[in-house]
Every structure is written in C-alpha cells, then in structure tokens.
C-alpha cells in the first residue's frame, strides 16, 4: 500500500480544481495524493470535463481560505457524485451520510481506512475486508436513504491495472471503472430512476460519455492497456 504522507506531491498545487460545463452533472473527487497539482485534471479526466463539471479536492482541502468540501457541498445546487480514493473513503461515506440532500451516489476506488488503528491489509495490500465489514452499517444507511455506494479494489492479478495500490485516480483503469460504476446506477432495480433525472440536458451528457468512452475503455481493460 502507497503511503500517501511519504509523496512529495501531496501537499503541492491548489486545493480544489474546477473542470468542465457549469450546468452538467457535477463529480467531486476526493483526492488524498494531490494529483490535480498543476491547477488541472490529470490527463485522462479532461475528456470527462467536457461533459461532467469535475471539482477535483486535493485532501485535506482546509489550506488559508480554501473551502472544506462541507462548504463546496453547500454552494452546489445539483446533486453531486462523490468519487473518493484510498483513505478518502470515510470521508466519502461520511459527507454522503452528512449531505444525502446533495450527494447522489459514491464511488470508492481502493478504500482504506482513514486511520489504521490495527487494522491491516491483506496479502494483496488490499483493505476490501475493513471495506466489506467495518462500512457496512454506513453503506446500508445511504441506501436506504437513495444515495447509491460502490467500491473498485485493485488486484496484482487486473492485467489493466499493474501498480501498487491504492491505484492513482488518474490511472486509465480507475477513469474506466469510475464511468461504469456512475452508469451502472442509471436505472438499476433497486433505483430505478436515472442517476440525474432533473434535467434533460445532463441525461444527454451522460449518454455522451457512454458513447464516447465506452467502447475505448472496453478495449483497453481487454487488452491489459
């Protein structure tokens, strides 16, 4: 498991990062590794922005007088995705359990917990255990309450992916799983509403983002790149 304290990039670059149409369905990303250090998404997010407004939050983002992610929740009028990483994951839940008037679904990629406290990960430098049993109570409740929850763990195994984990959010796998997993809430049976069903402009920006990234992704995830 990456260390996120030992990267050097972590506390370098803004704290919050905005990206893409004012008025298309919003994603948050929590970040706890910094990656948006250049004032920009990583690479492969900004085709997403084109069609999803991406706020990309650099944690913790309590730096001088940038927001917390509380007061971005607050002065965002659309229902918000949350796409957390790592040791993010609490946090996620907790903001999603905090702001269920706000937040339309999470998405976690390699959960962890914030603190270890004993816990430790599995052969694999894997916490999908902790993830499985100590958020269940967590998940359960935002159910309940409409807002939809979904974890990616990474295996040594996914010829996509081949790197330490927790992967970079910026990896081309994660970006891949991300939109999946956003997609796949889109009418399931236990919500069988759209993700976004406000307006009809941001069910267009979805389906432009199945079009568009779909079939590449696919690809890639078949071919291991």
């Given amino acids: 498991m990456r260390d996120f304290q030992d990267d050097e990039v972590r506390g370098a670059g803004p704290p919050v990062v905005w990206q893409g149409p004012e008025r298309a369905p919003v994603v948050l990303v929590l970040d706890p590794a910094g990656e948006a250090k250049h004032d920009t998404l990583p690479a492969t997010w900004r085709p997403l922005a084109e069609h999803l407004r991406i706020g990309w939050c650099r944690l ?10 509380e007061d971005l929740l607050a002065g965002i009028t659309e229902r918000v995705h949350l796409v957390a990483a790592a040791t993010a994951a609490e946090a996620a839940l907790r903001l999603a359990d905090e702001h ?13 917990p914030g603190v270890e406290g004993g816990v430790e990960a599995d052969a694999a430098g894997s916490y ?16 309940a309450r409409g807002v939809r929850v979904a974890a990616f763990v990474s295996r040594a195994s996914d010829p ?22 956003l997609l796949s809430f889109q009418g399931d049976r236990a919500d069988p509403e759209p993700v976004e069903p406000e307006r009809g402009e941001i069910v267009q920006a979805w389906r432009a983002v199945r079009e568009r990234f779909g079939p590449a992704l696919e690809r890639a995830r078949r071919s291991g790149g």
């Avoid at 790197?163 to 994660?174: R, S, T």
Wanted: no cysteine.
């Fill in 160 to 181: 996509a992916v081949r790197v330490e984990p927790p992967v970079p959010l910026g990896h081309p796998d994660v970006v891949g799983r991300v939109v999946q997993l």
């Fill in 60 to 69: 913790p983002a309590e730096v001088g007088d940038a927001p917390s992610v």
């Fill in 100 to 112: 269920t008037d706000r937040v339309r679904s999470v998405v976690v990629m390699d959960p962890a």
């Fill in 128 to 143: 999908a255990d902790w993830w499985d049993s100590d958020t269940a109570a967590a998940r359960q409740r935002l159910l």
